[in-house]
DNA sequence: CGCAATTAAATTGTGTACAATGTAATTGTA
DNA sequence: TACAATTACATTGTACACAATTTAATTGCG
């Protein structure tokens, strides 16, 4: 029988399994200056963004269910960075909101991208075709 | 100031991440038929294509340390599929190799990822372009 | 040779991930 | 309006992932 479709290098799951994994890690010291983990920052990013949010609404943006965010949302509230709080109107959700003291570290954040985008050696180009290739592959597979 | 750049879909790194957990998922059910995590089947693919490999060498080749490679090696040794034992010429290595009971989980698992490829939506061309892209970027960050 | 430096694994500690289950609130319907 | 079904979040259990440290073996240099 032919084995090839077996080897690591047939395949396309493992190159953005050690990609993401890679440049993760390569975030690790500039998020370490603002005391986040990765998955801290991407939940930052979305409450940056919007104010507030349910962990559900957070759930669905970042692609993770309640067992991986409430330990990190909690963190986060130990930190000083989010408030959760229940919705007065439907006691089920649970609304997370940005302190003064998180929207003061969106300040020492907004250096991290800039950073990030020299250690990624790629054509602009390449970079819009993978983003678009990325995007594609993710709406497939809602 | 204008925080755009920390805007999620202004990323390169989330589609990434995403993407990566959203199709090991999709492995799950087919890996489940055949009893091994993703962690433990990128290991056993090595293992099949080489027969036998250091904990080092298996490292190298997964992006992974012996913190993250000793527990997934020592559950596939439990299951029967490896061998660990150490190098006679130098102790420090610890050799892993394939069991019979391995080589036959490779017959189980040959048709994994034609089934893989059936969950992945993109054109043949497009696959091509993520392929060399990944691979430029993790040549990259060595 | 003798011993400091290096190397390979294992261990420890922290933090995700996710399936499965539990719990409480809300909705929809007979 | 009861109450079954649904929904949102939390909890539990298993399995990574990785930095930092430890342990043991080997190498290289004076």
Redesign the pocket.
């Known amino acids: 029988m032919n084995y090839d479709v077996l080897k690591l290098e047939n395949q396309l799951c493992f190159p953005l399994?050690a990609c993401s994994?890679?440049i993760?890690?390569r975030y690790?010291p500039f998020l370490d200056d603002i005391d986040l983990?990765?998955?801290?920052y991407i939940a930052m990013m979305i409450l940056w963004e919007e104010e507030q949010a349910?962990?559900?609404?957070l759930?669905t943006r970042l692609?993770?269910?309640?067992?991986?965010?409430?330990?990190?949302?909690?963190?986060l509230e130990s930190k000083g960075y989010i408030e959760?709080k229940r919705?007065d109107?439907?006691?089920?959700?649970?609304?997370v909101s940005v302190t003064d003291e998180g929207k003061k570290l969106r300040e020492r954040a907004v250096c991290i991208p800039e950073k990030m985008a020299g250690c990624v050696n790629l054509e602009k180009e390449e970079a819009e075709q993978l983003y678009r290739i990325l995007y594609k592959m993710l709406g497939c597979m809602e």
Do not use: A, H, M
């Open positions: 399994y994994k890679e993760i890690r690790k983990t990765y998955t801290q349910t962990v559900k609404e759930g692609y993770l269910d309640s067992g991986t965010l409430t330990p990190v949302l909690k963190k959760r919705s109107t439907d006691e089920r959700n649970l609304i």
